[in-house]
């Protein structure tokens, strides 16, 4: 059973089967999912990201810098992690918006002891704005948190249950791969699960990546109990 977990979630699975904002019906039934792991005694920490309304590096060109549209991609992070923490707190789970960017009205700045001590008390911290500058992604951004707040693994909720050795929704033989190395990860570009540079992150910090379905009922308590499901990346 892990102590401390960061769950990273994509702005795509928020929004479900929409093309675009949240769907409220999975983003409630997550925090049914959540609860189960917090009354387990693990503390969470979540890292959101904010391709449901805008992805930095889409949108720039056309007139917008590069820079202003990852900020464009922080403040959509923000609007996930706000909606999250209203749904949580609607569903019986202790929760606290904090902001990687200055953003004191509606959120509580990113502090480490800040963090700690919300976890500690038993209360879901959800984090919004990435890491807070241009050109890091939030898988980057996820990867930097866990280690500062000392978690044990980073669980990389995904729509599929792990990673292949080649797109499974192209291709019919595609083998899922139980356990792969970071070298791996960095080296075979045929995996994206997350960002290069986040591999390298975790690598160089030993920081272990479990990526998993995480719209099967269930799957985030058995991962978080220790039960092997998806892939390990370590």
């Given amino acids: 059973m892990y102590k401390r977990v960061l769950l990273k979630l994509s702005g ?4 479900g089967q929409q093309e ?3 769907n409220a019906e999975f983003t409630n039934w997550l925090a049914s999912q959540v609860k189960q792991v917090g009354v387990s005694g693990t503390q969470v920490v979540i890292m959101v990201g904010g391709g449901n309304f805008v992805r930095g590096a889409t949108v720039a060109g056309n007139g917008i810098q590069r820079v202003t549209a990852d900020h464009m991609g922080m ?5 996930n992690a706000l909606a999250l923490t209203d749904i949580f707190e609607a569903n019986g789970v202790a929760t606290r918006c904090l902001s990687s960017i200055f953003a004191t009205q509606v959120a509580e700045p990113f502090v480490y002891r800040l963090a700690s001590k919300h976890l500690e008390k038993g209360r879901v911290v959800i984090v919004g704005g990435g890491i807070g500058q241009p050109y ?3 898988d980057t951004a996820a990867v930097s948190l866990a280690l500062e707040l000392d978690c044990e693994v980073v669980l990389k909720a995904t729509k599929v249950d792990g990673v292949y050795d080649k797109d499974p929704a192209e291709h019919s033989d595609a083998h899922k791969l139980k356990h792969i190395t970071y070298q791996q990860a960095v080296e075979d570009n045929a995996i994206k699960v997350m ?3 986040a591999m390298g992150l975790a ?3 030993k920081m272990p990546i479990i ?3 995480a719209a099967e009922p269930g799957n985030l308590a058995k991962v ?3 039960e092997f499901i998806g892939t390990t990346i370590s």
């Avoid at 795509?12 to 929004?15: G, I, S």
């Fill in 224 to 226: 978080v109990a220790g």
């Fill in 211 to 213: 990526v998993f379905d």
């Fill in 75 to 79: 403040l959509a992070t923000m609007i």
């Fill in 195 to 197: 960002d290069k540079a």
């Fill in 203 to 205: 690598m160089e910090q």
């Fill in 12 to 15: 795509e699975q928020l929004a």
């Fill in 20 to 22: 675009s904002g949240i």
């Fill in 136 to 138: 890091l992604t939030t």
